[in-house]
């Protein structure tokens, strides 16, 4: 099983990405959740990425190339994988179809579709827990005792990359490099549009039914 998500920031692809990922019992291979931890962790890579990440822009195409490829070769991809946050770019989507992991047709790639307003209203209230990443939002999915992360009591913070104006410039990015994807999938694969402004669990069911259908 193997599935892309595609998707405006905000769209709520990592929050349907983990839920899907834990039902099909296949990993969830976050991009952005990748490079953050090579950030916190100090790596060459994430020196690299930071001053890129926290403007807002896209990291180079060869450097998720390589972060990617090397990813979906591990042991547990065997069985397959959930992509959120990659490919962005025609050029990634054309990298991964010469990976070697067979005709896109056979994957099931998932459009998900938020009003502009409600992206900046996730964004503007998403928080997010430095040491599991774990995501939640102010109102829609709040912690327990506020401001404090569910899963392992750290703080929970407001991404660089979430604040305001870096937020507009994300969304121009998409519109330019990431949403001329669709119509790339379009003439390769089934894709399903998924309307994402519905309850989590409301999109979640639509996820797991619409995965049973070959694509
Ligand atoms: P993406 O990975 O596409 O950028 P996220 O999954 O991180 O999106 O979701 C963005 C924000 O919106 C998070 O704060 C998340 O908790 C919240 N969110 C996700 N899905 C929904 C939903 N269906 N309704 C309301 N809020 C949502
Ligand atoms: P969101 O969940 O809001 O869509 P992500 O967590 O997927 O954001 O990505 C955060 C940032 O990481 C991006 O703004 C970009 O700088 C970098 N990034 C992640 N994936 C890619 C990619 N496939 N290509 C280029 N940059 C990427």
């Not at 998900?112 to 964004?123: A, Q, S």
């Not at 827990?129 to 709040?142: F, G, I, W």
């Not at 929970?156 to 305001?164: A, G, P």
Request: net charge neutral.
């Amino acid at each position: 099983m193997r599935v892309i998500f595609l998707g405006p920031p905000g769209a709520g692809k990592g929050t349907q990405a983990a839920k899907l990922a834990a039902h099909l019992g296949v990993p969830r291979i976050s991009t952005g959740d990748m490079l953050r931890e090579a950030i916190a962790n100090g790596t060459p890579l994430g020196r690299q990425v930071e001053p890129l990440m926290e403007r807002g822009k896209l990291v180079p195409d060869d450097v998720l190339i390589a972060l990617v490829g090397e990813r979906v070769r591990e042991d547990d991809c065997a069985h397959g994988f959930i992509l959120d946050g990659f490919p962005r770019t025609v050029a990634q989507a054309e990298s991964l179809a010469s990976m070697g992991l067979g005709e896109v047709s056979a994957w099931s790639v998932f459009q998900i579709e938020v009003p502009r307003e409600e992206l900046l209203r996730r964004l503007s209230g998403r928080r997010w827990c430095p040491r599991c990443q774990a995501t939640y939002h102010v109102t829609s999915r709040p912690p327990r005792q506020e401001g404090v992360c569910d899963l392992d009591g750290t703080s929970l913070i407001q991404r660089e990359d979430d604040k305001e104006t870096v937020v507009a410039r994300r969304l121009s990015d998409y519109d330019q490099q990431t949403a001329p994807l669709v119509t790339y999938y379009r003439e390769r694969a089934n894709v399903r549009r998924v309307d994402g402004n519905r309850s989590m669990d409301a999109v979640l069911e639509d996820l797991k039914t619409a995965v049973e259908v070959p694509a």
